[in-house]
């Protein structure tokens, strides 16, 4: 398996414009994870969701941000207009489900090398 | 609110040495904790930690938890250059899917 796909790898825009980061999760993996990673708050869980659907979108920041999943193989990460305290690396991770029953390998998580966001 | 403190923020050693990194933790509902190594890009997993008392072990590295005063360790032994990174702890609850990361250890291992 490749493994979870992120892109762009590298994204410099201008304070304002519109910004969409893309992830493919692992295939067969239900739970598909964005998180945020700065210097100053470490990693930050965004948004989750289980199945397509949003489960737990209590980190997005504000209304600048939002999240897609149209189905089981992508997700996208908007930010507009873009600011330049958005910048970050941004992290896609996924996982194969709840695990309980089935064993609890199933929490883990595994991620995309990131996108490196710059807004100038 | 979870939370997961790492420390020590940063650690610089001589190659060889033995380090042992320190992740407590206070979740409701704990479920299991994770250690994660980050190099330049992704975190990749190491351990997942579900029992106390018992060591996973993967070549030098090994880790082990314990419930009872909510911690857990990450050793090293005959570090390498190759163990610089920054490490992860996160620790997974029973109320969703979410993990909670620690702010991570940064170790530097020196020629």
């Known amino acids: 398996d490749a493994g979870v796909i992120q892109s762009p790898r590298h994204e410099v825009t201008e304070m304002g414009q519109e910004v969409t980061l893309r992830c493919k999760p692992i295939?067969?993996?239900?739970?598909l994870f964005w998180y945020r990673q700065t210097m100053m708050r470490g990693l930050e869980l965004l948004i989750y969701?289980?199945?397509?659907?949003?489960?737990?979108d209590s980190g997005m920041p504000e209304d600048r941000f939002s999240a897609k999943m149209p189905n089981a193989s992508f997700s996208t990460l908007k930010i507009q207009p873009s600011e330049p305290r958005d910048s970050a690396v941004y992290f896609c991770?996924?996982?194969?489900?709840?695990?309980?029953?089935?064993?609890?390998?199933?929490?883990?998580?595994?991620f995309g090398a990131g996108t490196r966001l710059s807004v100038l | 609110e979870d939370k997961v403190v790492q420390s020590p923020l940063s650690l610089v050693v001589h190659e060889g040495d033995t380090v042992t990194l320190n992740c407590s933790y206070e979740?409701?509902?704990?479920?299991?904790l994770l250690w994660y190594k980050q190099e330049k890009k992704a975190p990749t997993f190491l351990f997942m930690l579900?029992?106390?008392?018992i060591e996973k072990k993967s070549g030098r590295l090994s880790s082990i938890l314990d419930k009872k005063e909510l911690f857990s360790i990450l050793n090293i032994t005959a570090t390498q250059t190759g163990d610089s990174a920054v490490y992860l702890c996160?620790?997974?609850?029973?109320?969703?899917?979410?993990?909670?990361f620690g702010g991570g250890t940064r170790l530097m291992v020196k020629p």
């Open positions: 295939s067969g993996h239900d739970y």
């Open positions: 996160a620790a997974h609850n029973n109320a969703g899917n979410m993990l909670t």
């Open positions: 991770a996924s996982s194969r489900g709840l695990g309980l029953a089935g064993g609890l390998a199933k929490n883990i998580q595994y």
């Open positions: 969701f289980n199945n397509n659907v949003p489960i737990d």
């Open positions: 979740v409701t509902n704990f479920r299991s």
């Open positions: 579900t029992s106390s008392g």
